[in-house]
């Protein structure tokens, strides 16, 4: 068997700024990327829905001219599916550029994040200058949101982002925390961005989301993305919705238009259309979720209560990570997270066939300790 030693900064690049770098993997460790199980990227194990592939496919044929800027018809079957007015959504190249442009419309004096969640809630702030503040989840709390969030509020809030369920531990937010933090926020004109990319993975979805309180507060902003759920990353497709009428306006005309193409449009218009998909996702990560952490269990291996696709544990196997990627298995190092440190790994839940895999593997890594 061949061995790989990975530094933080091999060849001038860091692996740790996100998971799905199957890329890098590939480069640094010399396996054909097609080789390696990517544990890091958290996407429907059930793989893209055929009439989505289809609608993608058939799109290319319309590639020879520029797609519809305004997006009307993604928009039209969006607002549908969400049930919100059309003037309430933003769809955007992947989650990721809706969060850039909040940021960079509203340039918050300072943002409230979790501790752990997604880095680019921060690093958005960051590129306009924000001060950043902390809620640290607590691991003897299984890193659980409590009521106390609402003192970290405070009269300079102007943003508070949060992950709903969190990456990454998988763990969700009580409605009622989240409303009342809309409510506090409200008293200082400030905004709360809940990102739910991850919320369609877990059982009971629709009671959680903060959609249906969209009309109510004007402050508050639901990310969403396709990529996920549809297991489209490769297509970069998300989406916004807010009732603040200047926001959405603004998230439109800051940034480079025809961000969304014609393949992402067709993709979306299909995806909205996959009920049936989403149930047998929700059915089929659970048992599959289940499978993972109890074999976790089995091992000693501390894992973590979740409500997503990805679970995360902890253990001091030295040079995990390297010795996975010996074995052609990616996953995902969770050292670059705020208040976790390199003891904490995030893994996907994937395919049966592939989750066996990992086991199988990890066993292999934890006899010859």
Excluded at 17 to 26: E, P, Q, R, V
Excluded at 46 to 60: C, E, K, M, Q, Y
Excluded at 281 to 305: C, H, M, S, W
Aim: glycine share 4%.
């Amino acid at each position: 068997m061949f061995h790989i030693v990975l530094c933080n900064r091999c060849m001038g690049i860091n692996m740790e700024i996100h998971g799905a770098d199957i890329y890098t993997a590939s480069l640094i460790s010399g396996l054909n990327e097609n080789d390696i199980i990517d544990f890091s990227s958290n996407i429907n194990p059930l793989g893209i829905p055929r009439d989505v592939a289809s609608a993608a496919v058939n799109s290319i044929v319309h590639a020879d001219r520029y797609p519809d800027i305004n997006s009307r018809k993604l928009i039209d079957a969006l607002s549908e599916y969400e049930n919100v007015p059309k003037e309430f959504i933003f769809v955007s190249n992947g989650a990721a550029e809706s969060i850039y442009r909040i940021s960079a419309f509203l340039k918050p004096k300072e943002g409230l994040v979790t501790a752990p969640a997604f880095s680019d809630y921060e690093k958005s702030m960051e590129a306009v200058g924000t001060n950043i503040s902390y809620y640290c989840l607590k691991e003897d709390n299984s890193f659980k949101i409590e009521e106390d969030i609402l003192n970290s509020i405070n009269e300079k809030t102007d943003i508070a982002f949060i992950c709903n369920p969190n990456n990454p531990t998988g763990q969700l937010t009580e409605k009622s925390i989240l409303e009342k933090m809309l409510i506090k926020l409200k008293e200082r004109n400030a905004f709360l961005a809940v990102d739910e990319c991850f919320l369609d993975f877990a059982e009971n979805s629709e009671s959680c989301s903060m959609v249906d309180l969209l009309d109510k507060y004007d402050n508050l902003i639901v990310i969403k993305a396709f990529t996920k759920i549809f297991a489209i990353p490769g297509i970069r497709l998300g989406y916004c919705m807010s009732s603040n009428k200047e926001l959405i306006y603004k998230l439109k005309s800051i940034g480079a238009p025809w961000n969304v193409s014609t393949i992402a449009q067709a993709a979306g218009i299909a995806a909205v259309k996959e009920n049936e998909y989403i149930k047998r996702t929700v059915d089929y990560v659970k048992e599959q979720r289940n499978y993972l952490f109890d074999e976790l269990k089995k091992l000693g291996i501390k894992a973590f209560e979740s409500h997503a696709n990805y679970i995360l544990f902890k253990t001091d196997i030295p040079g995990f990570k390297e010795q996975m990627l010996n074995r052609k298995i990616l996953i995902r190092s969770c050292s670059n997270y705020v208040n976790l440190s390199g003891e904490y790994y995030r893994i996907a839940v994937k395919t049966s066939e592939e989750n066996k895999i990992f086991i199988e593997k990890l066993k292999e890594i934890m006899e010859k300790r």
